[in-house]
């Protein structure tokens, strides 16, 4: 009887077994039903080839959002109704006449794009039972049914947005996390990233970026993480890796990006190279910045240590390891023009590292774009490392090189009389390819000042002859400079002067602090508006027109030109002595410093605990005060020993003036520099010997 009455238990236990079996079968079939568009996205993307390299690049991170969710081993049947919403979308991608105008509908796919990379982090994040926050809005929100919704409502409004081919404002949901990070401590180089005013022209240098942009959004584990665009000075390997930064950056995907540039050599730059990187990408990335300061929080010696091996291993490898799950798409990190990192010296460090064996083993979610020019130091070290990408500018074929210098040199010289099909072809055809000779040649032939025609500059231009030794580059170089230079006279002493001082300052400066320093130049026939020289030379320098900008070269080849007599000739700058800096930058000290320049309300209070501190730096320390505080010691340094300037050197450093120096540097965040720059003088005043005595009483 105990037995039979035990029937029904079993049966209803059985049948309870059956239904939660039924159940489980139902949400695996639900899910292979969601999960099957996103799996022929991702097989169909790959067949598609004529594509804008922007769209490209969205396509791949909608790849990488869907491998995310194909990937996620348990999700949820809470989040089923977003998930369908997802489904739709990708379903919706590859219809017909979605695909034959997707180029035309960029800006759109951008969005949608980064609506599904967020998309695809909540889903993993809410079924992990992880804590999140979204931001919608102005709103900070950790309801999943309130997010799910927010992102189904967006992804509506955006497939319908790109069915009507119209442009809406939709804010799009981002992940966030409620936490205070502090990475203060790493060094930075500010003014090393991103430069989109340096792009290509938009219609070219197609394949290249489309060939750059498949090895980023690769998801093949074996892809090589570090490729090597090179090629010789002028074709264009900057405009590229800004371009690709640029992609990146809209696309609101992980990157970075770290510039190196011929006229900030003076601020060691490799030294900063890895924890900028760090920093910027803990600024782009949540997961990137909390994994970062979980290594670096209460470690000051590892924050600002020198060592670049610890740099790559802790700052870079070690975050980036931790957080391959939670990251949509590859993270692509750009380090632009290395060669102009200064000696070889300068990048023997980077190069190991990128070089070695262990970096074929980065992280799998890891590139690195590297661009440079061909030096000996970097061909041996690129050519001996098998995990090394390398792609060469100058074995791009004519036929495509043609079609993009005509497409630009079009447009640069577009509505110019007596500037036809004709003029245009023959540029094409003297440039040799180099994108910089093209720039430089349209700059050159558009009217500036008054005096010639842009047919006769033109007719200047095609005239021109390359002599042995000398490079197109050069020649036109030498061109333009004769144009407003004479050859001998005032004006030319001018020029050297003023090309000296735009070369020799370790920081740019905007057109006004240079003038401000030349006023104290020790010559009084030196104290000019050096306008008079540089307003014929913006074809060669930018800041010359926009007067709020540095005056800096805008290629790295002048630079070069300028310094080697055997090719720029009488217009070659002697960079071997800097007395009018030096004496300039000594004056400028002793006339500005003064106690408590940022009018602080207290001393007892630490800069990072004054909320305007920057508005009051901004407006008490000029431009040429604060160069002149960083780089006084340097041009003394380069300077022959002179009892005039030693006697200005014991005005500072045996007053109250130093005191006021050093509290300029630490309002700037450079203190260090302070010990480097006495070191210098104090270098400088041993050279000197028996003049030693007169700073006795010091």
């Known amino acids: 009887m105990d037995d039979m009455k035990s029937i029904p238990q079993a049966l209803q236990t059985t049948i309870g077994l059956v239904g939660q079996a039924d159940a489980a079968v139902t949400t695996i079939q639900n899910i292979e039903t969601i999960l099957q568009p996103l799996k022929l996205f991702n097989s169909f993307v790959t067949s598609l080839s004529n594509v804008h390299p922007y769209v490209q690049f969205a396509l791949g991170i909608l790849t990488a959002a869907s491998q995310l969710l194909i990937d996620q081993a348990n999700l949820d ?27 035309s509908m960029k800006e759109t796919l951008r969005k949608i794009s980064q609506e599904m990379s967020a998309t695809a982090l909540f889903v993993v994040k809410y079924c992990q039972k992880k804590n999140f926050v979204v931001r919608i809005g102005d709103r900070l929100v950790s309801d999943p049914q309130t997010v799910a919704q927010g992102h189904i409502k967006n992804l509506g409004d955006l497939m319908q947005q790109y069915r009507d081919r119209t442009m809406r404002d939709i804010q799009i949901n981002v992940y966030h996390v409620r936490e205070d990070l502090n990475l203060e401590g790493m060094a930075y180089a500010a003014g090393a990233g991103l430069n989109t005013t340096k792009k290509c022209l938009d219609g070219t240098r197609r394949e290249i970026l489309k060939d750059i942009t498949q090895w980023i959004t690769s998801r093949d584990v074996n892809a090589p993480r570090i490729l090597w665009l090179h090629g010789q000075a002028g074709r264009g390997k900057s405009a590229i890796a800004h371009t690709i930064g640029s992609l990146i950056q809209d696309m609101g995907a992980p990157g970075a990006c770290f510039c190196f540039a011929h006229d900030r050599q003076s601020e060691r730059q490799e030294e900063k190279i890895l924890t900028t990187i760090a920093r910027d990408l803990a600024d782009r990335e949540p997961a990137f910045r909390r994994a970062l300061s ?12 020198c060592d670049v091996v610890q740099q790559w291993e802790r700052f870079i ?44 083993g980065l992280p799998t979610n890891f590139r690195i774009l590297l661009t440079s020019r061909p030096l000996p130091d970097i061909v041996r070290a690129m050519a001996a490392a098998p995990h090394v990408k390398a792609i060469s500018l100058d074995d791009i074929p004519w036929k495509l090189v043609e079609r993009d210098i005509k497409l630009f040199v079009s447009m640069g010289l577009k509505g110019l009389p007596s500037i036809g099909v004709e003029e245009v072809q023959n540029i094409i055809n003297k440039s040799g390819g180099l994108f910089e000779w093209a720039r430089v040649a349209c700059e050159f032939i558009r009217p500036t000042k008054a ?84 307003e014929f030379m913006s074809p060669v320098l930018g800041g010359v027109m926009d007067h709020s900008s540095p005056i800096r070269p805008l290629h790295a080849s ?28 000594l004056q400028i000290l002793r006339d500005n410093l003064q106690f408590n320049i940022c009018d602080l309300e207290s001393s007892y209070l630490a800069n990072s605990e004054v909320s305007d501190l920057s508005e009051r730096i901004n407006k008490k320390i000029s431009h040429h005060l604060s160069y002149s505080c960083l780089f006084w010691a340097q041009h003394l340094e380069k300077t022959e020993f002179d009892l005039e300037l030693a006697g200005q050197v014991r005005d500072i450093v045996g007053s109250e003036k130093i005191m006021f120096w050093m509290e300029i540097l630490s309002l700037l965040g450079r203190v260090g520099k302070g010990v480097s720059a006495l070191a210098c003088v104090r270098r400088w005043l041993l050279v000197g010997n028996g003049c030693i005595s007169a700073f006795d009483d010091t």
């Not at 002048?558 to 007395?579: E, N, Q, T």
């Open 77 to 103: 049947s809470e989040v089923f109704g977003l998930l369908n919403t997802v489904k739709d979308l990708y379903e919706f991608l590859m219809e017909k006449d979605i695909l034959e105008n997707i180029d």
């Open 451 to 534: 005096g010639a025609t842009p047919k006769e500059r033109y007719d200047d231009l095609m005239a021109l002859e390359v002599e042995e030794g000398k490079t197109l580059l050069d020649e036109t170089y030498f061109t333009i400079l004769e144009g407003g230079i004479p050859k001998s006279g005032s004006i030319i002493k001018r020029y050297r002067s003023v090309m000296r001082q735009v070369v020799m300052t370790h920081e740019r400066l905007p057109m006004a602090a240079l003038n401000c320093m030349r006023e104290k130049y020790p010559n009084k026939q030196d104290h000019y508006d050096i306008n008079l020289i540089l």
């Open 317 to 360: 490898v070690e975050p980036l390891s931790k957080i391959s799950g939670e990251i949509v798409g590859n993270v692509v990190v750009i380090i632009d023009a290395l060669d102009e990192s200064g000696p070889d010296t300068s990048r023997r460090d980077i190069l190991r590292l990128l070089t070695t064996a262990d970096a074929a």
């Open 294 to 305: 979980d290594i670096v929080s209460n470690n000051l010696a590892l924050k600002t240590t």
């Open 558 to 585: 002048f630079y070069d030109f300028l310094m080697d007599p055997s090719r720029s000739g009488v217009y070659s700058i002697d960079v071997s002595d800097a007395k009018d800096l030096a004496f300039a930058t």
